[in-house]
């Protein structure tokens, strides 16, 4: 499971004052010297991740932030690369000592909170207590919740800690990829030209995870590239249930899918897994609204060498300025870099986000509508500017 990608797993976050033992902790935990520990205070700057499988709430990604009471110019540098990391938390440990006076984790916890993050609350370094219960106590009747008792050092209570982060965690499991629109038994093909910029040999990420998906489905899945689709469809003896294919070939698919076929595209199905289907296809209908004038910002969640028909940088550029002339300005940010001030945008259009986990681009998107900007993705964005949206079945 360590070869998961990191988009598919449980994120917890660690957050804590500066040596409060959260890198201990989490070497405790992966068994592993995943971070750098030191009796100095501020060790970790930078969020450092560690991947696992940890039962029984499966793969999983701890991520050990900086101290949040770090001070100090490169201090607010390191606390805001630490309030970064809530808005991909699935879940929190909140770490504290017998040192602590308790008001900045109960302002934290406040936050995680609001944001429903379950959290689990960590009373470190238990074994240089003399009463542990009584330290427990003051930190239930100051922040609200009952620790758990650790020592990371001496790697006592991590069994606790695990079987609270699975209570906390509850029954989440997330719907299938393709959800309703195939069943066991029916049918599918795959449409899948391949991206110059996938590493030779592999395929992306949304047409692996849609396959698997379909194949846990016990679904009857055909494969085939853009060129193939009118011969492959023609050797079926039967017309399939759903085609999936890529966003940049969706009118040519289109014009090629059986009657009684429903059509998507791989970008529409992490739409609807990754975040609110419902508000990716409002925003994609925003696309009507926009004028010579308006400011785009296309977000891709990965960081790579652009191609010469990048679909992000160019094809649906060319798309918009070819309906709204070519003033529209765009702008691209790329990897966790998506700007505190949305306002200046009349439309978000995103990437399908195939690199980032749920809770991620649900932040994205509430950030996006807490500022009044319309967001929607690639394929939604390309199947309404190709006049086929009302067209496109959705998960």
């Known amino acids: 499971m360590n070869t998961a990608p990191q988009s598919i797993r449980r994120h917890i976050a660690i957050f804590g004052r500066r040596n409060a033992g959260k890198s201990s902790l989490l070497n405790a935990i992966t068994g592993q010297r995943a971070a750098i520990v030191s009796s100095q205070a501020g060790t970790t700057t930078d969020p450092v991740n560690r991947a696992m499988e940890l039962h029984p709430l499966g793969p999983c990604l701890f991520i050990d932030t900086a101290g949040f009471d770090d001070e100090g110019p490169v201090g607010q540098l390191r606390n805001a690369r630490t309030r970064d990391v809530v808005e991909q938390a699935d879940m929190a440990l909140m770490v504290i000592d017998q040192t602590a006076n308790l ?8 936050l995680l909170r609001n944001l429903e993050i379950p959290t689990v ?3 470190n370094k238990v074994d240089r207590l003399d009463d542990v219960d009584h330290e427990a106590q003051r930190a239930a009747r100051a922040l609200g919740m009952t620790p758990v008792a650790v020592s990371a050092t001496a790697a006592t209570g991590l069994d606790d800690v695990r079987h609270a982060l699975a209570r906390a ?3 989440d499991e997330h719907a299938s990829l393709t959800g309703s629109l195939a069943g066991e038994g029916d049918l599918v093909v795959l449409v899948m030209p391949q991206d110059p910029q996938a590493p030779r040999g592999r395929l992306i990420l949304p047409q692996v995870q849609t396959l ?3 194949l846990d489905k016990h679904c009857r899945v055909m494969c085939c590239d853009t060129a193939s689709l009118e011969g492959s469809l023609a050797s079926l003896r039967e017309s399939p249930t759903l085609l999936i294919t890529d966003s940049q070939v969706f009118k040519q698919v289109q014009e090629l899918t059986p009657a009684g076929t429903r059509l998507t595209s791989f970008s529409v199905l992490m739409a609807a897994s990754k975040g609110h289907i419902d508000v990716m296809v409002e925003g994609a209908r925003a696309i009507d609204r926009l004028t010579p004038h308006s400011r785009v910002l296309i977000a891709e969640a990965c960081t790579h060498a652009p191609m ?3 679909i992000g940088r160019v094809k649906i550029p060319r798309l918009i300025k070819r309906r709204f ?3 529209v300005q765009f702008h691209v940010h790329a990897g966790k870099d998506y700007p505190a001030d949305l306002s200046r945008y009349d439309l978000i259009i995103h ?6 986990n749920r809770k991620l681009m649900l932040s994205r998107i509430r950030r996006a509508r807490e500022q009044g900007v319309p967001i929607t993705n690639y394929g939604l ?14 998960p």
Request: hydrophobic share 45%; glycine share 10%.
């Open 308 to 310: 010469s028909e990048d």
């Open 381 to 394: 964005a390309i199947a309404h500017l190709q006049g086929i949206l009302d067209k496109v079945a959705l």
């Open 212 to 214: 698997r998906d379909l």
């Open 121 to 123: 609350l960590v009373l």
């Open 351 to 356: 990437c399908g986000a195939c690199m980032f």
């Open 103 to 110: 008001d900045l984790e109960k302002t934290w916890l406040e």
């Open 169 to 171: 965690a509850g029954d």
């Open 325 to 327: 002339g070519d003033t």
